[in-house]
């Protein structure tokens, strides 16, 4: 599935916690090329960014939740980014300066409450799709 037409018309929904996260964006994502829903369980189990957290932290960070999530869904980690690919970007040491993102082919995209937005970061790790 093309990434753009895909994030276009995706962000013309606003960004929910428990519904259309950064994280959950990226099972999303999966799912439209072909992957199971890694993230089933976790859909409609938070409505607050407080509830998010302790989602989170239940799990280790951000990193081992998306990664849990991507297990089940099928994907393979990966050492470097291509078009489309998923990952955890930002700081290994700060689990609220973590984030999951989409490799547009430039920058990682990350879905908040009022779209995508292009950031430049460090991924953590990578999955591809």
Not at 55 to 62: F, K, L, P, S
Not at 71 to 81: D, E, L, M, V
Not at 115 to 120: D, L, N, T, Y
């Amino acid at each position: 599935m093309n990434f753009l037409e895909w994030k276009s018309s995706y962000e013309a929904s606003p960004g929910v916690y428990g519904v259309s996260d950064c994280c959950l964006a990226l099972a999303d994502w999966a799912v439209a090329n072909g992957y199971e829903d890694g993230a089933e369980d976790l859909r409609g189990a938070y409505q607050t960014e407080a509830q998010m957290y302790a989602i989170i932290a239940a799990y280790g960070d951000v990193v081992d939740i998306v990664g849990r999530c991507a297990t089940i869904a099928g994907c393979k980690q990966i050492q470097r980014q291509t078009l489309g690919s998923i990952a955890v970007i930002g700081n290994p040491q700060n689990v609220y300066r973590q984030w999951g993102a989409i490799w547009d082919g430039a920058r990682w995209q990350v879905r908040l409450k009022d779209g995508f937005v292009a950031i430049s970061a460090r991924p953590l790790k990578i999955w591809a799709v």
